[in-house]
Structure formats: C-alpha cells, structure tokens
C-alpha cells in the first residue's frame, strides 16, 4: 500500500532574554517534530465515462451504483457530472471516477471533450427503445474518433425490468457487443440487477490493460538496461587489450 508520509517541523520560539540565551524563564521549544502518516486511500485511479441517448438511464445507473438509490423522475443531465466509487480489485484499492454524460445531442461538443481521458467507456441503450440502440453506432464511431484506442468498452442494456415494453432482444444486444468486441451485460438500475456488476467488470477490464502497460513498460526498461549493460561491457574489453581490434593474419 502506498503511503505518504508529510513531516512537519514546528518549532515554537517565545522571546528570548536580554543575553538572547535560553532560560527558564524564556523557552524555546525546537523539538516539535510531528510525523504525520497519512494512508492513501486508493492505490489506483480511472476514469470511466458513460454514453447513450437521452433518457437510457445512465444517472439513475450511476446513482444505484454510487448511493444504492433509484430515483424515478427524469432530469436530464446538463453537459456532465460524476460521482466516485472505491473497489477492492486484485488486492488493489481501486478508486474509479465516473463521469456521466447528457445523452442529449445540444451538449455533444461539451462530452466529446472528456472522451480522451477516458480509460473505460460504458455504451448504454434502453431495451424498451429500439433507436436508442440503434443509435450506438453513432456512439460508437464518436468513441473511435475522441477517445484513446486503448479505452476499455461494455455494452448494456437497461430497463431490464420492463420486460414487457422490451424492444431490444437481448440476443440483439448480445450480437452487437461481439460485433464490437465488448462484453454484454442487461441491467436494471430500479431493481439493481447487473449493475454493479457491469461497473466492476469495465473497471477489471482497465485495470488489466494497464497492468499489461506497466508490465510492458517495466519490459522495455529491462531490455534497455541489458542493452546499455552489454554495450558497456564491449566497450570496456575494447580498451583493455587493444590487441583484440588488431588483425592477427
Ligand atoms: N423501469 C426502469 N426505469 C428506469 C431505469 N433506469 C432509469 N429509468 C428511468 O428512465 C428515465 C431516465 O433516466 P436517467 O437516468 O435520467 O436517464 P439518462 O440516460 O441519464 O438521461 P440524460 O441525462 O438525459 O442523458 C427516468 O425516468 C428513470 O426513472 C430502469 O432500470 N428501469
């Protein structure tokens, strides 16, 4: 676990006397050592972003997830906003910020500008409105053009609980996600079903791809160390025995 530590050093002088030295009478008090040791309270953090039409349900989802609450009125989200959630993943203190975005096309230049720091994307459409999955296609280039290639995706469906307006089947929804390469979750922020779930996988899938990162990152830094090592090493026989660079026939 990560710890930051914060040394702070008082020290506390009150008048000194007239011969400026310390006495009993003037004190000085220097050893106010305070070591405050402060536990981080996350190990790593990622930045998610929910996507999807208008009236989908991404802030009621946001907010079973968050704060266990489902409100059913809609008041449709202007530009962004997002809430904070901490998950224990791997052993790891994973603190994911969530920004949730206006599904409404009027705010689109306002969200596009937080695709590129994205690190996980969850595509929402509503099973009980069919345009609002066609209209994933649109979502989906937009996520292609703003946001980094290696942003982590899922696909939900949610409403799950309105089975009777469903729209969507869900072997639709399956299909598209392989089409695109996500995996698929139905879910339903008013019963809770699969929410958490779908919020902790994409957050499993970003925490792999930058495990895959540092590792990779580590690997380059070994290879470029042997390198340097090795071509120290030839340096060095070259000139301890000059010999060695002389033709011998
Ligand atoms: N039955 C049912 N209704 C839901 C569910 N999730 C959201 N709703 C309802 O759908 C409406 C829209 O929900 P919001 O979460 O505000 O939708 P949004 O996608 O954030 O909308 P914008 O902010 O406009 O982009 C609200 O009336 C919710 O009560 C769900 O899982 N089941």
């Known amino acids: 676990m990560q710890v ?5 050093v008082y020290e506390i002088s009150f008048p000194r006397n007239p011969e400026g030295s310390n006495s009993t009478a003037t004190w000085k008090s220097h050893a106010f050592l305070c070591v405050v040791v402060m536990a981080k309270q996350y190990d790593v953090l990622f930045r998610l972003l ?4 208008s009236g989908v349900g ?3 989802m946001l907010r079973r997830f968050t704060e266990s609450e489902f409100h059913p009125s809609h008041i449709s989200t202007i530009g962004v906003d997002f809430k904070m959630k901490t998950l224990e993943l791997d052993g790891l203190k994973v603190r994911v910020q969530i920004w949730d975005t206006a599904g409404q096309e009027r705010y689109q230049t306002i969200t596009k500008q ?10 929402v459409y509503d099973i009980t409105n069919e345009p609002s999955f066609q209209h994933l296609v ?3 280039s937009d996520v292609d053009e703003y946001a980094p290639d290696k942003v982590q995706r899922i696909l939900v469906g949610n409403k799950s609980d309105e089975e009777l307006g469903r729209q969507v089947t869900k072997d639709q929804g399956s299909k598209l996600a392989e089409t695109y390469g996500m995996e698929f979750f139905e879910t339903s922020a008013s019963t809770s079903s ?14 792999q791809a930058h495990k895959r990162d540092e590792d990779n990152l580590l690997g380059s830094l070994d290879d470029y160390l042997e390198n340097a090592a090795l071509e120290e090493e030839i340096g060095s026989e070259g000139t301890d025995d000059n010999t060695k660079n002389t033709c011998a026939c």
């Open 194 to 207: 699969n929410i958490s779930e779908s919020f902790t996988r994409v957050t499993e899938l970003v925490l």
């Open 50 to 53: 929910m996507l999807g039409d």
């Open 4 to 8: 930051v530590c914060c040394l702070l």
């Open 138 to 140: 649109k979502w989906a």
């Open 114 to 123: 937080y695709y590129r720091r994205a690190q996980g994307i969850i595509f």
């Open 58 to 60: 991404k802030t009621c």
